[in-house]
């Protein structure tokens, strides 16, 4: 489970839509903002894939380097 750090810098009561902040995951470089929940939504659903498609590539890269070193 990741942990994320959500700021929410405007908020209207009622107004859900009218959401303004910015969302950085615990332990990672960079933050992202958004304007509104759909945004946050994405940023949150992006970041998980970004994640998994890193995770993805060093595994990749390391089964690479392991299979030439064997060589």
Known sequence: MKTYILRIYRFRE???QDL????EEVGQKGK???T????LWETLTCL???RNQNKL???GE???R???GTG
């Open 14 to 16: 009622g107004h859900p």
């Open 20 to 23: 303004v902040g910015i969302v």
């Open 32 to 34: 992202k903002a958004f």
């Open 36 to 39: 509104n929940y759909d945004e």
């Open 48 to 50: 998980k894939t970004e």
């Open 57 to 59: 590539q060093k595994g």
């Open 62 to 64: 390391t089964q690479k």
């Open 66 to 68: 392991g299979k030439s």
